[in-house]
């Protein structure tokens, strides 16, 4: 069951880092929206491996090929099936893994849960379970953009200590895209490269935190007590591989404040609209949107599999030590900015969809 | 869809803060376990609001009754409904807030996405709506506690910018109990009591941070990919009133160490158990328990509702100001630790049931 | 888990025949629809006991409280809770029961599944556990007629081997309610009543058949491939007590005809709508509505608990005989009727809102 | 979300008739289940077109890969996917179907619900869709048996007024398989292939019943009230193609028997186990297993698509007349056997979690 997320855009993810492939069914997509698998491979591309000298060197090409549910060039509404073969696997790699379990990494977790682990690679554990969410998110993008005008937009906000400078109401795509960490203050992002590389060198790894703004949310979104929008949100983006923590709005910051410096007074703008002032909120209250931009955070630790020796225990109980092999990221950060959006495009997409179904039944009923 | 939790150990509650009756039914739960109405009725009363004076004084006994799914004194397994009635309610004290939304609060977000909104109290968003999950969390901990010997402690670890010391390790119930503010570190709850009471007379309201510990976990729990345990209990901790982050073991702090710095080593403890040295992971990895102490943290903004006047607009779109009434926590930390312990024993109680189902079957079957 | 029905429209029923009571928690609701306690009533009075000569003389108001999600006669959004206390369960009439178990009734496999079993009355196996199903049914009754006009009418059409002849094109509520029997053929609902007031002077109890017809419902409701329209109908229906056999349109003698004989074939009404000449499809083709009515049958065995001596054994396996005590129907068709009724009307409120959801998303987007 | 089935053993299938393939993603299957394609295709070519002279001639050889889940023969207890690609698609015998609804198929209603449809043969509506149900089927069974010693053997048991004589207690596979209409009843099966093929020559179809039974189910499944076991068996059935009615045990024939004649008493047998004498429950009770063979009925349809000339209208609404081409089966239900089967087992399989879940978590916990 933990392979399914949403509850009606709903994505079932398979596929281990060696094996056959990767990848996604869609369930409960609106028909007749226009997808292509170029379209999906966009997003892809920002997932895959091999991409600079900062992410592993893996050489995948992600190609996907959509094998269901799509009929010239639409979705039919019916169950999309999205495939990925793996390429560059290289199990030979992992013989050591198969007996030594890497600190903080799933290898012995996946052992005491299972009794049975595919040690070719990180199995399921590996990020590259990741691309099943990516593409079933470059769906969800195209329909809240169509649907609503909704605009994801994620980018790296902090490496190790080095923060960027950001604003989340104007930052965009392409500005992300200008350089190999996906962060728009482009000086940071120099001083980040060197940081990776430095660490990298050292056979060591940096994490840092991603922030991801999503603009045009309608209001409405979200269902209290327990679907709140930051509630789905949150397990969205603690679902990634190595994420340790997540903020909305003001997030822990927030509770250095008291109510009366934190609450997000009223006002109506020039359309007539209700509005916030400030938006510590981050865009939802109550568990609801309030049209008001989402901001959300994201904290992904250093990478567990490193080449520094450390101790650590065989599967058969006697202690080592290891020194990993395998292509790994030094840093998972600039992968991690398309999945958190992914991730965020999902959880927003199933909502719309449950909103428009409890709420808009009787407003605009269906003619039959 | 929005008022149900959980997978196999599965909650659904319901009732607004003004109105018939608060209450939850609990579907999935094993049966033969021995519960009473007192049993529940002590946590409630942890939660229940006129308990000190740092809490709102509503006067509620939230005195509860089991309506099903308990026969002499055991678990049927079948659904267990518990109700609470609403008792102390004064809807005269909202009637401004029929009008005028409160900054930060769910008014005006439920009028749009509903329509429609029960003003009389917070309705579906009043913290009352937690009785539902205390009273089926208490259960939770109960098997829990019966099948594997797990300790669910939660307490304040900071209010606004004091932070309190405390050793998860050896942290108690009794530690925490012994004060209003619900923090084991005396010296810092006195601090707290001063620093909410002086903003409690300036009409203001501050937030802060609760920390919980889960001990004796069983190996195992957690399913890859979208349910992984972080997973699930960061959306149980994100669905609570006021919350606005969340963290896992290292957390955001864990991002400005190295990978080096920051795994868990792992040695061979004396009983020939797999341990780990550190436990930056929070008792989790790759999304399954791996036997170490959970320990996570939630961040809770302070109360929206606060009696100095604010800017806000009314429902029919003009602008106003609003010093709210009502009977409101100036603070919601101290009865937000049994909201938290609760709701991390509804994921760890399901989890256990789900780890029971995929993974046990084969190795203890049934005999029929 | 098994007390939980529906995925959007989504209901869960608690309460065993004795003990604090019954009733259901319902979410998903749309808001804005006006509901009253009288309008649920007048649907618990048909299912009631004691309302005839031929039904049990247990004597139970069924008056319901709505506790929660309806706010000055209109629906919140928010879950809503009803609840039916029990007044007059007279466990002693079961004290036989506690150690012998009814023939063809729960209380064996109750025991062998839990290893309790409430033996005050049939526990959860009591069809006192429909209260909750026909309570959300009759909300379910009103946004389907509100929104779509549907009309759902059910009625007994065979008591054993005495058939009705009713005409579902036509027939209506007051017609069904003019006999204790619910039928609308007058002739063969006093041969039924003769019937079955013979076997209950034998202490026996005698089965048949219900049909229901669903007119009005739009096209295109119903998700394939598992969760079309007559599959979840079919569950819908055989999760009833006593029900052995469900069928959609033709059903079983369907199978005697040859495609060119059964298939329905198109034609273009006045209205220039598609249309088929007859509807041996039961409304549904490929599992979605066409917009022919739906027509469905729903076989219910005899009663099992019976005051006729019968074999069988006790708890601690000791073989016995036992003619049992306690009121119960001789026939549970009449009540039956708004069983199916509600079923049929849960399904097709859930299946309207989740093609609201997936299909009506992009025609009619939602404005924010 | 109308592609998945199961709550703990979950399918999700996906893909259409014409198109890059079909198969099934299996979440939550039990680890370390030695699993194998070789055992997967068994039943899919017992279940694949062109198998025999009644069957469809379309060319298929239904060859699966494992994609994932599966690692040195066994399973991972992660996501398995099943891919089966699709080779003899003649897309030019539907050009007139992209125009013509064929009566009492699909087509129509897939246009009204999605407004957008694979014409290319049946789509998502074709049996095709089965081939996933099918391969998950394979693994449901494999587990039953392993853990629970349960043997499926579904059979024909009715073709249009044929009938066969089957003794559901002692029929085998080798039995069903010995002829192409999947009957132990060898003469009814001569006198049947007669049937079929003179309707096949008339250019119409047939239609006819199946039975299936279920031996050595553990005592326990069902979950009441919703999940009851008869319900998810006859909507699992139900949401097969072509299917139009269900029974459990007696059936719709149980209700011309009094209650006196239907109930199946209690004896203790040599074992001292608690049996029933008769077995008119077909194995369950309450919706709970009572460890009598569960035997169930379905009703399926004579095909749709037939080559005699038929009234119909166009897309475009406009009447017309239409004689189908393509290839089609001229009576699905020696194909519908192993579908009966494979649905049969994934409910059973489903069921057995769930029990291990909520019913032995207590009696054998986990030892972490």
Known sequence: MGNTFGHLFRITTFGESHGGGVGVVIDGCPPQIEISAEEIQVELDRRRPGQSKITTPRRETDTCEILSGVFQGQTLGTSICILVRNKDARPQDYSEMAEKYRPSHADATYDAKYGIRNWQGGGRSSARE??????????????LKQIAGVEIVGYVKRIKDLEAVVDPNTVTLE????????????????????EIDRYLRQGDSVGGV????????????GMPVFDKLEADLAKAVMSLPASKGFEIGSGFAGTLLT?????????????????TVTNRSGGIQGGISNGEHI????????????????RTVTRSGEETVLAAKGRHDPCVLPRAVPMVEAMVALVLC???????????????PIEG
Request: net charge positive.
């Open 350 to 364: 199933d909502h719309l969809l449950r909103h428009q179904a409890q709420c808009h039944t009787v407003r605009s």
């Open 130 to 143: 990741t691309i099943g969410r990516v593409a079933a998110g470059a769906i969800a993008k195209k329909i």
């Open 210 to 221: 991603v922030e991801c703004v999503a603009r045009n949310v309608p209001k409405g979104l």
């Open 259 to 275: 109510g009366s410096e934190h609450n997000d007074e009223f006002y109506i703008d020039e359309a007539g609209q209700i509005r």
């Open 295 to 310: 901001i959300l955070r994201a904290a992904f630790k250093p990478t567990a599999t490193i080449r520094k020796e450390q």
């Open 175 to 194: 500005q992300v895209e200008s350089n190999i960490v996906r962060s728009p203050d482009g000086e940071f992002a120099n001083r980040a490269i060197e």
